[in-house]
């Protein structure tokens, strides 16, 4: 289930305030060449998207890619074959009507729009007056709505066919817009800041700013963090070099990497490359992998200095911001953010140190399903049972995730089935497509679901997943505001994975095949040691090197290598090889250069497998409590919007309930293998 996750891009943790405000900043910041969180590790494959206010490119080299490598990305088919859009059944399109009946109806609304933006100006200097600020607030709503609206459905349109021109220009219209209307409105934050903590207080206490309090509230927390007029301008001008690090790291992972060629199982001479390692991983024929694996490594250990000198930049410049805005730590800059206690990321780190011994048993598992004496790294993708076909067409897709997710209630299948009916999704490729998956949508009409549909399961589990998302979005638009609807990328993969683990567990439970059942057992345990463990690790290394280098010690290509290798041997354990190859991964590993970022995966993950178990064992009432969430939004901070749904990321509980989920898959493995 190749799959991007969240809603938030790279560089944005310093603009989160002025997203919560503003989501025409994040559909900015999320457009054009801003590239797609997930799992860190993967190759570049489909991609998808929660959340109303953009969906996220494709993953690639260049940023973080698209989903844990536990299934081949799908080749793309010859474009002979693939038909042109006007040769699609229009039942299979989605309704984009529902936003814009006409060209002429969008142009319409650019007009009001720009009109708009001209009457910005006249609140500059004086937003000290509370009833000014509420007048101001009101019409960037208005203004964001506009456009968000005209935004999505330009670039939608575009999505259908990029090569079609007229569309092509439509989207790049929408796209300036929303550079015009965020530098129009870039004043506002920085007025608010401005005003003495006695006026904001009242402000916050003012009945007719209640519904912008929680607005002014995170303002208020950010305060600390702001400096003066003057040095905020210098940090400013410095914008530019702090990208260098990652900018460097895209080029040399890219541009300038080349990799040498190995034989297939054909015994034939082919290139490596970021898109065919995985596949090659994957094989069956044992040498291709560990030459695809030691090809891989020995590449990246030739640059080995400059990759870690370019690293060591970019930890070096979030110090340099952590110092600079007086945070403790990078570590907490990061969380503060999305105000997260730093006890949610150690608890993780440390609840799967404890279930270490889960990872160990899967591997001995693994490595008697592939019948090797040893174990290697690059063993972990090989396949443990031959692939189960199962042939599903979408219609037969649509009737299994509404009987998968029948636990959650007669209300949540009443909107799924209306997506599915009322013009929600565009379902199959066509000539010119954007590839992957997403959900997107604008505020006021109903989501939308971009597919790339073929018939077989991980195309059923992508369904399942885009809807998770679309009915999130769905319930939160509904019960909330504009401002206050659209959610965290904290919370962005809960609904989404957590559709994923009922249709797993539906599955299973109606699989009378041994072999069917060990194939979707192994699919669902790769997740687990994937998303969780795998993302975990990543946490880890991160915060134990940007303590080395706080406390500092010099970020060497030897002592990255030293950390990173430990990390694997505790991880994987001494059941296994763990080649000395693998030291040098953390150098392929653009997440990194997004830092902080891939803990998020984990506690997602184990949040939507903690609802998913409240849900199977407590039935009614842990939906209840789950529909709250869905239509919570982003009313709060994410941290207490999970709490009052019951599950609490401050505590191990939710990571104890995820791997008590993993160890009965294992144990039912064990179970077939014994058969």
């Not at 490119?57 to 002979?80: F, L, V, W």
């Not at 607005?215 to 007029?229: C, D, G, I, N």
């Not at 591997?363 to 008697?368: A, D, G, P, Q, S």
């Not at 599950?647 to 294992?666: G, R």
Request: hydrophobic fraction near 40%; glycine fraction near 6%.
């Amino acid at each position: 289930m190749k799959r991007r996750s969240g809603v938030h891009t790279r560089g944005q943790k310093k603009e989160v305030l002025a997203m919560k405000r503003f989501p025409i900043l994040l559909a900015l910041l999320l457009a054009g060449s801003w590239s797609a969180h997930a799992p860190a590790g993967a190759e570049p494959a489909a991609v998808r998207t929660g959340g109303v206010a953009a969906p996220v490119p494709d993953g690639g080299p260049d940023g973080p890619p698209a989903r844990p490598e536990t299934i081949s990305p799908r080749r793309n088919p010859d474009m002979k074959q693939v038909p042109k859009r006007s040769e699609t059944d229009p039942k299979y399109h989605w309704r984009l009507e529902d936003l814009f009946p006409s060209q002429a109806d969008w142009d319409r609304e650019y007009e009001e729009a720009k009109r708009l933006i001209a009457k910005v100006a006249e609140f500059q200097g004086k937003l000290a007056d509370p009833a000014q600020l509420k007048a101001c607030f009101e019409l960037e709503d208005k203004l964001s709505l506009h456009v968000e609206r005209l935004y999505v459905y330009a670039n939608m349109r575009h999505h259908e066919d990029t090569t079609e021109p007229h569309n092509m220009a439509l989207a790049d219209k929408a796209k300036k817009l929303s550079v015009e209307a965020n530098e129009a409105l870039s004043f506002i934050t920085p007025e608010v800041l401005s005003l003495p903590d006695e006026t904001l207080a009242k402000m916050i206490e003012d009945p007719n700013l209640q519904p912008y309090r929680f607005t002014l509230e995170e303002m208020r927390r950010q305060k600390a963090h702001v400096l003066s007029k003057a040095e905020e301008a210098l940090l400013a001008q410095a914008g530019n070099m702090s990208q260098a690090p990652n900018t460097i790291f895209g080029m040399l992972n890219n541009a300038d990497l080349k990799f040498p060629k190995i034989r297939n199982e054909d015994g034939e001479e082919v290139e490596l490359t970021h898109g065919t390692y995985i596949q090659f991983l994957e094989s069956r024929d044992r040498s291709v992998r560990e030459a695809a694996f030691k090809a891989m490594y020995e590449t990246y250990g030739k640059l080995k200095n400059t990759l870690a000198a370019t690293l060591a930049a970019n930890v070096n410049k979030n110090l340099f911001y952590a110092r600079a805005r007086k945070y403790p730590s990078a570590l907490e800059m990061s969380l503060f953010a999305d105000n997260i206690p730093k006890e949610v990321y150690t608890n993780l780190i440390d609840t799967i140190h404890r279930h270490l011994p889960l990872m160990y048993r899967y591997m001995e598992l693994r490595r008697k399903l592939l019948g090797v004496e040893e174990l290697h790294m690059y063993d972990l993708f090989a396949p443990l049972v031959e692939e189960f076909k199962m042939e599903i067409p979408y219609e037969e897709a649509k009737r299994m995730v509404l009987e998968g997710l029948a636990p959650l209630g007669p209300d949540y299948q009443r909107v799924l089935q209306e997506g599915f009916e009322g013009g929600w999704i565009d379902v199959y490729e066509n000539q010119g497509k954007r590839s992957g998956a997403y959900s997107w949508g604008a505020y006021g009409t109903h989501p939308y679901v971009l597919l790339n549909h073929k018939d077989n399961l991980n195309s059923m589990f992508t369904l399942a997943h885009e809807m998770g998302h679309a009915l999130h979005s769905y319930y939160s638009d509904k019960h909330q505001t504009y401002r206050n609807a659209q959610y965290t990328i904290f919370l962005a993969e809960v609904a989404s994975t957590l559709n994923e683990a009922l249709l797993m567990d539906y599955l299973l439970k109606r699989s009378t095949d041994p072999k069917e059942k060990l194939y979707l057992l192994t699919y669902y345990a790769d997740q687990f040691r994937t998303t969780v463990f795998r993302q975990t690790m990543f946490a880890e290394f991160e915060k134990i090197i940007h303590e080395k280098a706080e406390a500092g010690e010099s970020l060497t290509p030897q002592l990255l290598c030293e950390i990173y290798y430990d990390l694997n041997k505790l991880y994987y354990g001494d059941g296994m090889v763990v080649d000395r190859d693998i030291e040098m991964e953390w150098a392929r590993i653009p997440h990194f250069y997004s830092s902080f970022y891939v803990y998020k995966y984990a506690t997602g993950f184990s949040a939507a497998t903690s609802f998913a178990k409240q849900i199977l064992e407590e039935g009614e009432p842990a939906v209840e409590r789950y529909l709250g969430f869905l239509k919570s939004g982003g009313s709060d901070y994410s941290i207490n919007i999970l709490k009052r749904a019951g599950v609490d990321m401050s505590t191990p509980e939710p990571i104890e309930q995820a791997m008590s989920v993993f160890e009965d898959l294992i144990r039912q493995m064990e179970a077939l293998t014994r058969a």
